[in-house]
């Protein structure tokens, strides 16, 4: 769904005709634009507020040299990006597809051909981007596009520019959806550093959404999300093996004296194989220690875990 431009906002960036609004978020906005050989691209553009901070240009630099070595087969592929513009922007290819979000909003649950074919889709994707040393932070079912070949994962990488800069990690300003978001990531005092197993986690949670329509520690707000999510079991009702064995996998917590463990896999190809079949469970799952000694309750407070359960502040979104 695209959205006129506003009064004020650029016809033209760099090289790019913006056509339409497709959405903004924390970092910024995203827009419907138009390459010079006629090609429609997705740029997102840097908040203007943010821009002027040479530490984030200095990170998004960096980010954007990881992200552009991303294999695009299940990937929006990164085209152009100019971070010592001001703001500083990103083109990617324009996906022209429903997101899953959209789908299951629409027509319901997926079927279960469609729905195996989505999880491979998706842990393809996290391979390749895995494999460029990017954690994508935000995977969410709005994230994940139908387009003709297949599954296509955005918004990768990006967010963290904002996420790890000193001056923008106030409490309010996690980036994630507290819904898909991993119980280690609700620790901002001893945590080390976001790493693959909460895309893992993710994974799971969008697959389950994918299959039933709803997330298996949802609540009404997110602060009774992220508490389930950090003091219960998942609940999977409805979702059928083998992939409810390996959403079982990425999804298990162990809660004692107030520490949470999730338990991942590590290894994507095996889940591949796994759910087209050739196994029932991924093999070499290991204990990936969230490092967590606060209460749940003090970790919410601390990671600013207010509002919707679908969002955390003003950092969730198209950035």
Do not use: C
Request: glycine residues 10%; proline residues 7%; charged residues 20%.
């Amino acid at each position: 769904m695209t959205m006129p431009l506003r009064t004020g906002e650029p016809a033209q960036l760099g090289d790019y005709k913006l056509e339409a609004r497709l959405g903004s978020g924390g970092m910024g906005t995203v827009y419907l634009g138009r390459a010079r050989d006629g090609r429609r691209v997705a740029i997102k553009v840097i908040r203007q507020d943010l821009s002027w901070d040479d530490e984030l240009r200095g990170r998004f630099r960096s980010e954007v040299n990881r992200v552009r070595q991303v294999p695009s087969f299940s990937t929006a592929a990164v085209l152009d990006a100019d971070p010592d513009h001001d703001p500083p922007y990103l083109v990617v290819e324009y996906v022209d597809g429903p997101s899953l979000a959209t789908v299951v909003r629409e027509r319901g649950p997926l079927s279960s051909d469609a729905l195996h074919s989505m999880a491979i889709g998706i842990s393809t994707a996290l391979v390749a981007i895995h494999g460029a040393g990017v954690i994508h932070r935000d995977l969410k079912p709005g994230n994940v596009l139908f387009a003709l070949g297949g599954v296509k994962v955005i918004d990768f990488g990006i967010a963290r520019p904002l996420e790890v800069t000193s001056q923008h990690t106030r409490t309010d300003q996690m980036v994630g959806t507290v819904a898909y978001m991993a119980p280690e990531r609700f620790d901002t005092d001893s945590a080390g550093p976001v790493t693959p197993a909460a895309d893992i986690f993710a994974w799971g949670v969008v697959v389950m959404f994918a299959a039933t329509g709803r997330t298996p520690f949802g609540a009404e707000s997110a602060p009774a999300t992220a508490m389930r999510i950090l003091t219960q079991e998942p609940d999977l009702t409805g979702l059928t093996a083998p992939l409810r064995t390996l959403v079982a996998s990425a999804l298990a917590t162990s809660v004692r004296n107030g520490a949470v463990s999730p338990v991942r896999s590590g290894s994507w190809v095996r889940m591949r194989i796994a759910v087209a079949g050739a196994d029932s469970a991924p093999n070499g799952v290991r204990p990936v220690a969230a490092n967590i000694t606060t209460t749940p309750h003090a970790k919410m407070s601390a990671a600013g875990v207010t509002g919707p359960a679908e969002s955390v502040s003003k950092r969730s979104g198209a950035m």
